[in-house]
Structure formats: structure tokens, C-alpha cells
């Protein structure tokens, strides 16, 4: 999304998220991509499991909710 409330950032993202049955949905806002920074929330059927201000720490925070997941069922 562009230039929205995180409160309508984060409605979006958990409609999607309901509407496509996905497991997670990563929300952000274009307009807080910048140079070396990108913030986003990562939402599941709970809620935001996190939020990270970085294309790596976005990438960890994926990695570690999911790795979770799978131990956690394992």
C-alpha cells in the first residue's frame, strides 16, 4: 500500500490474509522504502508475529517465525 495508516496497513493485510488462506502476509507501506531501509509487519492468523526495518532483518524475521512453525509441529 501507499501512504496509509499502519491501523488500515495492518486491516489490509489481515483481509488478505483471510481471503487468500495464507499462512503469513508481509504488510508495508511504499512510501517507507528509502535507501538501506524498508519497514514491514509480518501477520498470521494471530496478528503481527514481528516487524523489521531492513530487506535482511525482514528476511530473518520470516525465516525465524517459519523455521518456529515447523519445529513447533514437528
Known sequence: LVDVTKEELLKV?????????ADYVLANDLTSIKEGQHHGYLLDHT????EAN???????????TV???VVNKG
Request: glycine share 8%.
Open 67 to 69: 523455521a518456529a512453525r
Open 13 to 21: 493485510a489481515a483481509d488478505n490474509l483471510a481471503k487468500n488462506r
Open 47 to 50: 496478528g503481527v508475529k514481528g
Open 54 to 64: 531492513s530487506k535482511s532483518a525482514i528476511a530473518q524475521l520470516i525465516l525465524t
